[in-house]
């Protein structure tokens, strides 16, 4: 990609003036700066398009014991939540904002909490109280270091149990952050409202999660992964009126391997 990418740095810094460095307290401030959520609000990734929800049934419907409840991790304002209701008898979003949270609608069968998911033994607490869980994680991955990544798995690890699924997407952008930028419209002059949004709010701009990832933070031994592929995360139009994105993601069904013996 191109040295021009270096050029967006001064606008980048210019923008994030003031922004907390906390990843913690630059989402609080994010989510509670949005006014709008779905296709025509403020909130990049929160397209709603069927292709993405047909994928998420075909993986679930084919992998997933739907008798089990189903955890979203990192959840946002709660829109796969709720579509997640069609394939757990009951489901649990929790995000750490609770602006976010805030901003998720009620329903019968779903729960919200607040919580940082990489937070030690919030996997085991939350597997006494409703035992073996499928999880669904959509876009969370990549916005964490190394380290958080790590301790997310291990939180799934003991949510799945011997019984549960993961089934994750993430954005999957072959360049740096900065690339990732230049491909969302950001330009040394402008960016796009969305992502000025993200960036006045001090959210990082995500990284790569394909396959090398997956085998890093569910390396073979104490992970089977079951599927996995490219796909595209769909998000909003970046201009009013513009097409909806395309962003290249990858996604994954992961169980843990001390599953009891397939009948
Ligand atoms: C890109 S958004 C994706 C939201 C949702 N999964 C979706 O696809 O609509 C990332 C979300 O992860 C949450 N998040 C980031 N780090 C987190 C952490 N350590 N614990 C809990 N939530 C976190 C943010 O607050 C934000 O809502």
Known sequence: ?????YLL??????????????????WERYWDGISRLGPDGDVLWDADEPAEAEMLAAMLSRHAD????????????????????????????IDGSAAAVARAGSGAAVVFRVADIASGGLGERLHDEIGDANV??????????DDARRAVAANIAALLGERGTLYL???NHTGDPLDY???QGARPTRLPPLVHRLIRAGVRAPRRFG?????????????????QGATEVYGIPLEPGGPVQRIPAWYAVVRTSRRPSRR
């Open 1 to 5: 990609m191109s040295w021009r990418k």
């Open 9 to 26: 740095i001064p606008r980048l810094t210019l923008a994030s003036i003031g922004a907390p460095r906390s990843q913690t307290r630059a």
């Open 66 to 93: 739907p008798g089990l409840p189903m955890v979203d991790l990192g959840c946002g304002s709660g829109r796969q939540v709720h579509a997640l209701t069609k394939f757990g008898s009951r489901v649990i979003g």
């Open 136 to 145: 669904h994680i959509r876009g969370v991955l990549h916005v964490l270091d």
């Open 169 to 171: 997407c993430e954005t």
């Open 181 to 183: 930028l230049l491909d």
């Open 211 to 227: 396959p090398e990832e997956v085998a890093q933070v569910f390396p073979a031994g104490g992970w089977e992964t079951v599927e």
